[in-house]
T-cell receptor
Framework: SQTIHQWPATLVQPVGSPLSLECTVE??????LYWYRQAAGRGLQLLFY??????ISSEVPQNLSASRPQDRQFILSSKKLLLSDSGFYLC??????????????FGEGSRLTVL | QKEVEQNSGPLSVPEGAIASLNCTYS??????FFWYRQYSGKSPELIMS????GDKEDGRFTAQLNKASQYVSLLIRDSQPSDSATYLC??????????FGQGTELSVKP
């Protein structure tokens, strides 16, 4: 069966510090991978998605970036965090092709607090 | 107009009652619709998907879709305290992107 893991689960970072969140998927090949952010009391906002190694699409202009160095690995990064980057970051995967998303399956989430 | 709208709640129902959660969407070309359950502090969990007009039942859950009215709902029969969570409606738009509503908080009182 497929599983998805992301880490770290919780982190507190000062403004201006770098960020790296990592996500890996097991039990499937060539998944579509996604990074979402959920701010307190708000819905899920799509940040990045990837349909293959090295293929990253950005949905929201910001100081975050994403990379997919391996088929089942997705990384979210920032060189300098802002207060507004605080939130619950969720990695997700799907297998539907054709440019569609289909059913999404989420990792455990990473709660980031920027102070 | 938001792409996907839900009443934020909280919706409070007594144990054993039917909970009705509603969602409207703006992209008339949307074809895929999903309900996720999110417990406090946890990640969303897919509970239902629906693609055709009408009802789809899975255990105590029934999803209802009316594309003409751009409306999708989730009914939870025999509600249990363990159903207390935020329910997220998600709609795949014509561009293939999954758009989430802000969620409806459900509280089931024993």
């Amino acid at each position: 069966s497929q599983t998805i893991h992301q880490w770290p689960a919780t982190l507190v970072q000062p403004v201006g510090s770098p960020l790296s969140l990592e996500c890996t998927v097991e039990g499937t090949s060539n998944p579509n991978l996604y990074w979402y952010r959920q701010a307190a009391g708000r819905g899920l906002q799509l940040l990045f998605y990837s349909v293959g190694i090295g293929q990253i699409s950005s949905e929201v202009p910001q100081n975050l970036s994403a990379s997919r160095p391996q088929d089942r690995q997705f990384i979210l990064s920032s060189k300098k965090l802002l207060l507004s980057d605080s939130g619950f970051y969720l990695c997700a995967w799907s297998t539907l092709g054709g440019g569609n998303t289909g059913e999404l399956f989420f990792g455990e989430g990473s709660r980031l607090t920027v102070l | 107009q938001k792409e996907v709208e839900q009443n934020s709640g909280p919706l409070s129902v007594p144990e054993g009652a039917i909970a009705s959660l509603n969602c409207t969407y703006s992209d008339r070309g949307s074809q895929s619709f999903f309900w996720y359950r999110q417990y406090s502090g946890k990640s969303p969990e897919l509970i239902m998907s629906i693609y055709s007009n009408g009802d789809k039942e899975d255990g105590r859950f029934t999803a209802q879709l009316n594309k003409a009215s751009q409306y999708v709902s989730l009914l939870i029969r025999d509600s249990q305290p363990s159903d207390s969570a935020t329910y997220l409606c998600a709609v795949e738009n014509q561009g293939g992107k999954l758009i989430f509503g802000q969620g409806t908080e459900l509280s089931v009182k024993p």
